[in-house]
C-alpha cells in the first residue's frame, strides 16, 4: 500500500514539476508556448493513465465495495464498457469508513409515456441496482445495471424475472447527456476548435504554424491517400467533408478511450451503428445506375443465377457492409479496453502469488506494452472505417464508361474489372 | 459455465480460420512487396483492406455467438 | 448476438445521430471547406508556378535554339563574305596582275620604241657627229697633211700600194 502512496506522490510531484515548467517556459520562451502546453498536456494524460488505474483499482480494495476477487474485476470492467449516466474517475473509502466517489452528476433526459423528463443523475445517488426511486412529474423511474426503466403505474419496485430482466417496467426512449454523449460533445468540440483555427490561419499565412502544422498533413493524408484513389478524382470532392469528420471523430474518441477518464465511445455499439449508417445511407443514395445494375442483374453470369445473385448483392450491400463495419470499430475498442483494463487488474489477481511490487510491475510492463499498441489500434480503426467507407462510396459512384465485350450468344463478358469488383 | 463450452468451442475455431486467414494475407503481402519493393504502399493499402474484411467477418461471428 | 442487442441503446444512437450530423455541417462549413479550399489554391498556386518555371525553361531553349540559328546563319553569313572577299581578294590581284603586266609589256614596248628611236636618233647623231667629226678630221689631217707635200705624197703612195694589194 505504501507502494502506490508513493506512486501517488511521485505523481503529484511530476504534475508539479510540469506546471512549474511549463510557467517559466512560458515567461521565458512565448514562441514555443502552445506546442509546450500541447506537450505538457499529453505528458500529464500519459503519465496519469496508469496512476489513475491504479489508484482506482487498489483503493477500491478498502471498505465495502472494495474490488478484489476475479468475479467482482470481470464485473468491474463489463460495468465499464457500459454507457453511464453519471462521470465517475474515482471511488474510495475515507478515513471515517465512508465510501467517496470523485466525479460529476450528468442530465438525463428521458422520453417516456408522458412526454419528456429531465433531472441530474445524482438523484440516483449512484445506484445501479434499481432500488432507488427517482419520481418526477408522475414518472417514476429506476437505475437498473446502467439503463433507466419507467416504472409502470402501481409499482412501488422494481420485480424481476428468472433471467433478470425488469417485468413491470418499460424502457423510456433515453436521450440523456450520457458519459458517450458527454465524450462526442468534447470530441466534437474538440475537432472545431482544432480545425477551425486551422482554417482561419490561412487567411493569414500559407503555411499554418504551430499545432496547425501537424493537423495539415493529415488532412491531406486523409484526401489523398483514402478519400481520392478510393472514390476516383472526378466525384471526391462530395464526400471528402464526410471522410474528414469520421475519420477524426473516431481517431479522437479511441484516444479519449485511452486517457483515465475511462471514456468507452467508439465501443458503444450505438455509436458505430450510427457512424456505419450514416455510410450506408451514403452510398445508397449516390449510388448510380451501373451500381443498382450490378447488383439487381449482375452482368455476365447466366441468367437463372442473377435473381439468387440479386438476393446474395442485396443483403451483402445492405446488410453485411455495414454491420461488418460497425462491429469491426466496436469489437476492436471494446476488445482493446477490456485487455488492458484485465492487464491492470493482474496487479490485483496475482498479488497473493507475486507479492506486491511482482504483480504491479508485471501489470506495469504488460500494461504499457498493450497500451502502445492501443495507440497504434486508434489510428488504424479510423484509417480502416474512412477507408472503406470511401472505397464502399467509391464502389456505389464509379463509372462504368467502358465497354463490355459481347460473346457469340450476346452475354456479357465479364472483364478484369468486374471480377474485381464483385470479389471486394 | 457449461453451457459457455460450445460458444467458446465455436470462438477458438473462429480465431483459428481468422489467424489462418490473417496469416496468409500477411505472409502473401510480405512476398509481394519482396518482389515488388516499389508497390508496397498498394500491397500495403490492398492488405489492409482485405485484412479488415477478414476481421470484420471474424468479429461478426464472434459476437453472433455471444 | 443477445448480448450485442441488449447493450444496443436507442437513446445513444438518436443523439449520437443528431450530433454526427450536427457536426459534419458545421466542420464541413468552418473548417474542411476552406481548409480544403486554401489548399488546392496553395497546390494551385505550385503547380502554377511550376507550370510557369517549365514553360519558361521551354521559351528559354526555343530563345537559345533561336540564339543558336542566328549565330549560325551569322557564322554561314561571315563565312560566305569571307570567301567573297576572298575570291574578290584574288580576282583583283589577278587583275592588278593583269593590267600591270599589261602596262608593263606596253611600258617594255614603248620603252623599246623609244629606245630603237634614241637608238637610230642617237646612231643618226653619231653619224652626222662622225662623219662632221671625220670631215673635220679629216680636213685637218688634210689640211695638216696637206703642208707637208712630201708625206702627202709618200700616204698617196702607201695607199696606193696598199689599195693595189686590195
Redesign the interface.
Known amino acids: 500500500m505504501h507502494l502506490f502512496r508513493g506512486f501517488y506522490l511521485l505523481f503529484h510531484y511530476f504534475c508539479a514539476r510540469i506546471r512549474q515548467a511549463l510557467f517559466f517556459s512560458k515567461e521565458a520562451m512565448k514562441i514555443s508556448n502552445y506546442s509546450i502546453k500541447f506537450f505538457g498536456v499529453l505528458l500529464t494524460c500519459l503519465l496519469t493513465i496508469n496512476v489513475f488505474a491504479n489508484e482506482s483499482t487498489v483503493q477500491e480494495q478498502q471498505g465495502d465495495e472494495r474490488i478484489s476477487t476475479k468475479v467482482e474485476i470481470e464485473e468491474y470492467i463489463l460495468h465499464h464498457l457500459k454507457d453511464s449516466h453519471d462521470f465517475h474517475l474515482v471511488s474510495y473509502t475515507n478515513d471515517a469508513g465512508e465510501r467517496v466517489h470523485v466525479g460529476f452528476p450528468l442530465p438525463v433526459i428521458l422520453y417516456g409515456n408522458n412526454g419528456i423528463t429531465t433531472f441530474m443523475s445524482s438523484e440516483f445517488h449512484h445506484d445501479s441496482d434499481g432500488k432507488v426511486i427517482v419520481e418526477k412529474n408522475g414518472n417514476r423511474f429506476v437505475n437498473y445495471h446502467g439503463k433507466i426503466y419507467e416504472l409502470e403505474a402501481g409499482a412501488t419496485e422494481l420485480a424481476l424475472d428468472a433471467e433478470h430482466h425488469p417485468v413491470n417496467a418499460s424502457k423510456p426512449l433515453d436521450l440523456s447527456i450520457t458519459k458517450s454523449v458527454f465524450g462526442i460533445l468534447i470530441a466534437g468540440l474538440l475537432m472545431l476548435w482544432f480545425f477551425s483555427s486551422l482554417a482561419r490561419q490561412y487567411k493569414k499565412r500559407n503555411i499554418p504554424k504551430g499545432f496547425g502544422r501537424v493537423l495539415e498533413p493529415l488532412v491531406i493524408y486523409v484526401r489523398d491517400e483514402i478519400a481520392r484513389p478510393n472514390i476516383g478524382e472526378k466525384k471526391y470532392k462530395k464526400f471528402t467533408g464526410y471522410l474528414l469528420t469520421v475519420f477524426f471523430f473516431i481517431w479522437i474518441l479511441n484516444l479519449m478511450g485511452l486517457t483515465p477518464f475511462g471514456f468507452n465511445v467508439t465501443g458503444q455499439i450505438a455509436v458505430t451503428a450510427a457512424l456505419a449508417v450514416f455510410t450506408l445511407i451514403i452510398y445508397v443514395v449516390s449510388g448510380n445506375k451501373d451500381f443498382w445494375g450490378h447488383i439487381f442483374w449482375m452482368p455476365g453470369v447466366p441468367i437463372l443465377i442473377r435473381p439468387i445473385l440479386a438476393i446474395i448483392e442485396l443483403v451483402g450491400t445492405l446488410i453485411i457492409k455495414p454491420f461488418s463495419l460497425l462491429v469491426r470499430l466496436f469489437a476492436n475498442i471494446s476488445a482493446g479496453h477490456i485487455i488492458l483494463m484485465s492487464l491492470i487488474a493482474i496487479m490485483i489477481n496475482l498479488k497473493a502469488d507475486l507479492g506486491p511490487i511482482g504483480s504491479t510491475a508485471l501489470s506495469f510492463g504488460l500494461s504499457l506494452f498493450i497500451f502502445v499498441i492501443e495507440l497504434l489500434v486508434a489510428f488504424l480503426q479510423a484509417y480502416i472505417f474512412t477507408m472503406l467507407s470511401a472505397l464502399f462510396i467509391g464502389m456505389a459512384v464509379a463509372e462504368h464508361d467502358h465497354e463490355h465485350e459481347h460473346d457469340a450468344h450476346g452475354n456479357e463478358v465479364a472483364d478484369a474489372e468486374d471480377i474485381r469488383e464483385n470479389f471486394i | 459455465m457449461e453451457t459457455m463450452i460450445p460458444n467458446l468451442v465455436g470462438a477458438g475455431i473462429i480465431v483459428i480460420g481468422a489467424g489462418y486467414g490473417l496469416g496468409k494475407i500477411g505472409g502473401s503481402a510480405m512476398e509481394a512487396i519482396a518482389r515488388q519493393p516499389e508497390a508496397a504502399n498498394k500491397i500495403q493499402t490492398a492488405m489492409i483492406i482485405i485484412a479488415a474484411l477478414l476481421e470484420g467477418l471474424a468479429f461478426g461471428a464472434l459476437f453472433l455467438g455471444k | ?4 442487442l441488449n ?11 443528431v ?2 450530423i ?3 455541417l ?3 462549413k ?7 479550399n ?2 488546392s489554391e ?1 497546390e494551385e498556386g505550385i503547380q502554377g508556378a511550376l507550370d510557369a518555371a517549365e514553360k519558361a525553361k521551354l521559351e528559354m531553349q526555343n530563345l537559345q535554339a533561336d540564339n543558336e540559328k542566328l549565330l549560325q546563319e551569322a557564322r554561314s553569313e561571315r563565312e560566305t563574305m569571307l570567301k567573297e572577299a576572298r575570291d574578290i581578294k584574288a580576282k583583283m590581284i589577278s587583275e592588278a596582275k593583269e593590267e600591270a603586266k599589261d602596262e608593263a609589256d606596253k611600258m617594255i614596248t614603248q620603252a623599246q620604241a623609244a629606245i630603237e628611236g634614241e637608238k637610230k636618233a642617237a646612231i643618226a647623231e653619231m653619224k652626222a657627229t662622225v662623219a662632221t667629226l671625220s670631215l673635220e678630221i679629216a680636213e685637218k689631217v688634210l689640211n695638216h697633211e696637206l703642208s707637208d707635200k712630201e708625206k702627202q705624197l709618200q700616204l698617196v703612195d702607201q695607199m696606193l700600194g696598199k689599195a693595189k694589194l686590195n
Open positions: 448476438m443477445e448480448t450485442l447493450d444496443f441503446s436507442p437513446g445513444l444512437f438518436v443523439m449520437q445521430t450530433l454526427l450536427v457536426l459534419i458545421l466542420m464541413v468552418f473548417a474542411w471547406k476552406p481548409i480544403l486554401s489548399l496553395r
